[in-house]
Protein backbone atom coordinates (compact mmCIF):
# COMPACT_ATOMS: atom_id res chain seq x y z
CA UNK A 1 0.00 0.00 0.00
CA UNK A 2 1.03 3.50 -0.78
CA UNK A 3 1.63 5.70 1.64
CA UNK A 4 1.49 9.65 2.46
CA UNK A 5 4.97 10.96 2.60
CA UNK A 6 4.51 13.76 5.27
CA UNK A 7 5.85 17.89 4.37
CA UNK A 8 7.98 19.97 6.12
CA UNK A 9 6.22 21.28 8.85
CA UNK A 10 4.43 18.36 9.71
CA UNK A 11 5.39 17.31 13.60
CA UNK A 12 6.29 14.10 12.53
CA UNK A 13 9.45 15.28 11.22
CA UNK A 14 10.71 16.37 14.61
CA UNK A 15 9.85 13.97 16.84
CA UNK A 16 12.30 11.36 18.37
CA UNK A 17 11.47 7.53 17.05
CA UNK A 18 11.60 4.57 19.29
CA UNK A 19 13.58 1.65 19.01
CA UNK A 20 12.22 -1.14 17.33
CA UNK A 21 11.95 -4.53 20.05
CA UNK A 22 10.64 -7.05 17.39
CA UNK A 23 10.29 -7.40 13.78
CA UNK A 24 6.44 -8.34 13.83
CA UNK A 25 3.99 -8.24 11.42
CA UNK A 26 3.54 -4.48 11.57
CA UNK A 27 6.94 -4.06 10.88
CA UNK A 28 7.08 -6.12 7.83
CA UNK A 29 3.80 -4.83 6.78
CA UNK A 30 5.50 -0.81 7.40
CA UNK A 31 8.48 -2.07 5.75
CA UNK A 32 6.69 -3.22 2.19
CA UNK A 33 4.55 -0.44 2.63
CA UNK A 34 7.75 2.33 2.74
CA UNK A 35 9.00 0.19 -0.24
CA UNK A 36 6.35 0.47 -2.40
CA UNK A 37 6.22 4.09 -1.83
CA UNK A 38 9.91 5.07 -2.13
CA UNK A 39 9.86 3.12 -5.16
CA UNK A 40 7.18 5.40 -6.56
CA UNK A 41 8.91 8.01 -5.60
CA UNK A 42 12.40 6.55 -7.19
CA UNK A 43 13.90 8.11 -3.47
CA UNK A 44 17.24 6.41 -2.86
CA UNK A 45 15.86 6.21 0.77
CA UNK A 46 13.01 6.91 2.83
CA UNK A 47 12.90 7.07 6.88
CA UNK A 48 9.59 6.31 8.47
CA UNK A 49 8.60 9.50 10.49
CA UNK A 50 8.62 10.43 6.59
CA UNK A 51 5.26 8.19 6.46
CA UNK A 52 4.34 9.69 9.99
CA UNK A 53 6.08 6.39 11.91
CA UNK A 54 7.95 7.31 14.77
CA UNK A 55 9.68 4.27 14.34
CA UNK A 56 13.83 3.70 14.16
CA UNK A 57 13.51 2.68 10.83
CA UNK A 58 14.64 3.39 7.71
CA UNK A 59 14.91 1.93 3.68
CA UNK A 60 17.88 2.29 1.33
CA UNK A 61 17.58 1.87 -2.27
CA UNK A 62 21.01 0.55 -3.52
CA UNK A 63 19.96 0.54 -7.10
CA UNK A 64 20.18 4.09 -7.23
CA UNK A 65 23.26 4.39 -5.19
CA UNK A 66 26.59 3.24 -6.71
CA UNK A 67 27.55 0.42 -4.46
CA UNK A 68 28.44 -3.41 -4.09
CA UNK A 69 24.56 -3.81 -2.71
CA UNK A 70 21.53 -3.94 -5.03
CA UNK A 71 17.78 -4.00 -4.11
CA UNK A 72 15.93 -2.28 -1.34
CA UNK A 73 17.32 -2.80 2.19
CA UNK A 74 15.35 -2.04 5.89
CA UNK A 75 18.05 -0.81 7.93
CA UNK A 76 16.35 -1.15 11.82
CA UNK A 77 17.34 0.26 15.19
CA UNK A 78 20.71 2.27 13.41
CA UNK A 79 23.70 3.75 14.96
CA UNK A 80 26.60 5.66 14.06
CA UNK A 81 29.30 4.07 16.18
CA UNK A 82 31.94 6.49 15.27
CA UNK A 83 32.45 9.36 12.15
CA UNK A 84 35.81 9.91 10.67
CA UNK A 85 37.40 13.31 11.44
CA UNK A 86 37.25 14.47 7.49
CA UNK A 87 34.05 15.64 5.63
CA UNK A 88 32.68 16.47 2.43
CA UNK A 89 30.44 18.80 0.95
CA UNK A 90 27.11 17.81 -1.35
CA UNK A 91 23.51 18.39 -2.66
CA UNK A 92 21.04 17.14 -0.71
CA UNK A 93 17.11 16.27 -1.34
CA UNK A 94 14.69 15.00 0.20
CA UNK A 95 10.88 14.51 -0.39
CA UNK A 96 9.32 15.71 2.72
CA UNK A 97 10.84 18.73 1.12
CA UNK A 98 10.32 18.81 -2.69
CA UNK A 99 11.74 21.23 -4.48
CA UNK A 100 15.02 21.90 -1.64
CA UNK A 101 18.24 21.17 -2.92
CA UNK A 102 21.23 22.38 -0.51
CA UNK A 103 25.01 21.62 -0.20
CA UNK A 104 25.39 19.47 3.00
CA UNK A 105 28.74 18.74 5.06
CA UNK A 106 29.22 15.54 6.46
CA UNK A 107 31.74 12.89 7.67
CA UNK A 108 32.89 11.34 4.73
CA UNK A 109 33.49 8.16 6.86
CA UNK A 110 30.88 6.40 9.22
CA UNK A 111 31.04 3.29 10.76
CA UNK A 112 27.11 2.21 11.50
CA UNK A 113 25.14 -1.14 13.58
CA UNK A 114 22.27 -2.07 12.65
CA UNK A 115 19.90 -4.87 12.27
CA UNK A 116 18.55 -6.35 9.23
CA UNK A 117 15.36 -7.48 8.57
CA UNK A 118 15.70 -10.87 9.75
CA UNK A 119 17.27 -9.37 12.80
CA UNK A 120 21.03 -9.75 12.28
CA UNK A 121 23.27 -7.09 13.93
CA UNK A 122 25.40 -5.70 10.93
CA UNK A 123 28.07 -3.68 11.78
CA UNK A 124 29.86 -1.97 8.83
CA UNK A 125 32.37 1.12 7.26
CA UNK A 126 30.13 3.31 4.76
CA UNK A 127 32.10 6.00 2.44
CA UNK A 128 30.76 8.18 -0.17
CA UNK A 129 27.12 8.16 -1.55
CA UNK A 130 26.05 5.16 1.24
CA UNK A 131 27.32 7.08 4.24
CA UNK A 132 25.70 9.93 2.95
CA UNK A 133 22.57 8.70 2.39
CA UNK A 134 22.98 6.61 5.75
CA UNK A 135 23.12 9.97 7.97
CA UNK A 136 21.09 11.44 5.78
CA UNK A 137 17.88 9.00 6.92
CA UNK A 138 19.58 8.47 9.97
CA UNK A 139 18.72 12.48 11.20
CA UNK A 140 15.17 11.83 10.17
CA UNK A 141 14.83 9.54 13.48
CA UNK A 142 16.33 12.02 15.66
CA UNK A 143 14.11 14.40 14.27
CA UNK A 144 16.67 16.53 12.00
CA UNK A 145 16.38 17.69 8.61
CA UNK A 146 19.45 18.12 6.15
CA UNK A 147 18.01 21.74 6.22
CA UNK A 148 18.99 22.14 9.59
CA UNK A 149 22.71 21.42 8.99
CA UNK A 150 22.80 23.85 5.42
CA UNK A 151 24.59 27.42 6.08
CA UNK A 152 22.52 30.52 7.19
CA UNK A 153 23.39 31.65 3.16
CA UNK A 154 21.67 28.36 1.69
CA UNK A 155 18.59 28.66 4.31
CA UNK A 156 17.99 31.87 2.71
CA UNK A 157 17.83 30.84 -0.76
CA UNK A 158 15.62 27.75 0.15
CA UNK A 159 13.22 30.31 2.40
CA UNK A 160 10.58 30.89 0.26
CA UNK A 161 10.22 27.12 -1.33
CA UNK A 162 10.00 26.13 2.16
CA UNK A 163 7.32 28.51 2.94
CA UNK A 164 5.19 27.26 -0.46
CA UNK A 165 5.70 23.71 0.99
CA UNK A 166 4.25 24.88 4.49
CA UNK A 167 1.22 26.28 2.91
CA UNK A 168 0.66 23.23 0.69
CA UNK A 169 1.59 25.41 -2.52
CA UNK A 170 4.08 22.37 -2.96
CA UNK A 171 3.19 18.80 -1.95
CA UNK A 172 5.54 15.56 -1.92
CA UNK A 173 2.79 14.10 -4.48
CA UNK A 174 3.52 16.74 -7.00
CA UNK A 175 7.21 14.53 -7.93
CA UNK A 176 4.78 11.55 -8.27
CA UNK A 177 2.51 12.97 -11.13
CA UNK A 178 5.62 14.29 -12.82
CA UNK A 179 7.57 10.48 -12.80
CA UNK A 180 4.33 9.30 -13.64
CA UNK A 181 3.91 11.85 -16.62
CA UNK A 182 7.82 11.68 -18.13
CA UNK A 183 7.11 7.57 -17.77
CA UNK A 184 3.75 8.40 -20.02
CA UNK A 185 5.78 10.37 -22.24
CA UNK A 186 8.82 8.07 -22.64
CA UNK A 187 6.02 5.36 -23.47
CA UNK A 188 4.58 7.20 -25.68
CA UNK A 189 7.97 8.15 -28.21
ZN1 LIG B 1 14.98 13.04 3.82
Known amino acids: MRLDVVPYGNPALRRQSENIKEINEEIITLI???????????????????????KMLFLINWDLIEHEKSGTQ?????????????????DEGCLSLPD??????????????????DGNLITEELRGMPSRV????Y????????????STHERKNVKDILRSIMDGE???SDEIEEIAQSESEIRSD
Open 170 to 172: ITT
Open 32 to 54: DDMAETMSLYQGVGLAAPQVGRS
Open 74 to 90: AIINPRILNAGEETEKQ
Open 100 to 117: VWAPVRRPSVIRVEYMDV
Open 134 to 137: FQHE
Open 139 to 150: DHLLGILFIDRI
